[in-house]
């Protein structure tokens, strides 16, 4: 583990904040892969990559939703906080024509992987969820990403008070029938994901989620991130169509609490 210097807050939105430190070993990190970050005398949390920068800094952004997030939210510039990582597999590239779609806090990751694909030529739609307009992450930097490639952004939030009424995925058949894209990027609330998995099996096109399970280890001992046969820290956390088929009867209906124990995925999502 590494001590790193907090060296920039950024408030995104009322729960939402960006820590920036400098890592070296950050620095090679691909959109996808989390770092595990300890908050000094409180717990230790896996957390996506948000971004890397070209001078030396690196960026988490984190929402408040427990005791480790709230005390992160504490936090002061000049803080220190501890880093393991970055872990895990990542966002794999592979054509020129992509749909992301990044339902709350899932658009962390999917950011900068649109700042990465738009290093070479693509077209990209993104779709971006969120349940109001106080909610809405990352709208202002994913456009200026896109500002010098085909595309187009798509907003949806759940009371309606920004973009369209309803949930990221209420398009997603008729985008998925208009157009042939190459990958399906997504990252989100688990019913989100499942939902974009069923349509994009419908559609025969591929797709890569993240995937989030309760971690400790970061590196495949433990065993807490278990679904499936997989580990989401060692086999994940993105997972392609071919392992997410293999974990069709866990994916958005449960996952395990620090004890092991089944907890219900609440599916407000249905197809
Ligand atoms: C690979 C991965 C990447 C993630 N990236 C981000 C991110 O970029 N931004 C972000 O805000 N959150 C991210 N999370 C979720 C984040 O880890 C949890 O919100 C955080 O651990 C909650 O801690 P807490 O003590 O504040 O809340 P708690 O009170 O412990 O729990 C609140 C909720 O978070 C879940 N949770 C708690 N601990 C963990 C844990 N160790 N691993 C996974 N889920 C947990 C609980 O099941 C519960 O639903 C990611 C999770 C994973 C697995
Ligand atoms: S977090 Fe320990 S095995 Fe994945």
């Not at 995104?12 to 960006?18: G, H, I, Q």
């Not at 957390?47 to 960026?59: H, I, K, Q």
């Not at 906080?81 to 895990?88: A, L, M, S």
Request: hydrophobic share 40%.
């Amino acid at each position: 583990m590494r001590t790193v210097r907090i060296e920039k807050i950024v408030n995104e939105n009322p729960r939402v904040k960006t820590f920036y430190f400098k890592d070296k070993l950050c620095q090679n990190a691909r959109p996808g892969q989390f770092l595990m970050v300890w908050i000094p005398g409180v717990d230790e949390i896996p957390l996506s990559v948000s971004g890397v920068y070209p001078n030396g800094l690196a960026s988490v952004t984190v929402a408040k939703v427990g005791e480790a997030t709230e005390a992160m939210h504490k936090l002061k510039q000049n803080d220190l906080i501890g880093v393991r990582g970055p872990f895990g597999n990542h966002f794999e590239i592979s054509g020129n024509k992509f749909l992301l779609i990044g339902g709350g806090t899932g658009m962390a990751p999917l950011a900068f992987l649109a700042e990465k694909l738009t290093e070479n030529p693509c077209e990209i739609t993104f779709v971006i969820g969120a349940k109001s307009a106080h909610e809405l992450l990352f709208l202002e930097r994913v456009k200026k990403a896109l500002s010098g490639i085909k595309s187009k952004v798509m907003v949806f939030t759940e009371d309606g008070s920004f973009g369209s009424k309803g949930l990221a995925t209420d398009l997603l058949e008729s985008l998925l029938k208009e157009e042939n894209y190459d990958v399906i990027y997504a990252c989100g609330p688990e019913p989100m994901i499942k939902k974009t998995f069923l349509i994009a099996e419908e559609a025969n096109t591929p797709l890569q989620a993240s995937l989030e399970r309760i971690m400790r280890c970061g590196i495949g001992i433990c065993g807490s991130c278990i679904i499936g046969k997989y580990r989401v820290c060692r086999d994940g956390p993105i997972f392609n169509s071919r392992k997410i088929r293999k974990l069709i009867d866990e994916l958005g209906k449960y996952k395990r609490s620090f004890n092991g124990s089944k907890i219900g995925i609440l599916n407000n999502n249905k197809k």
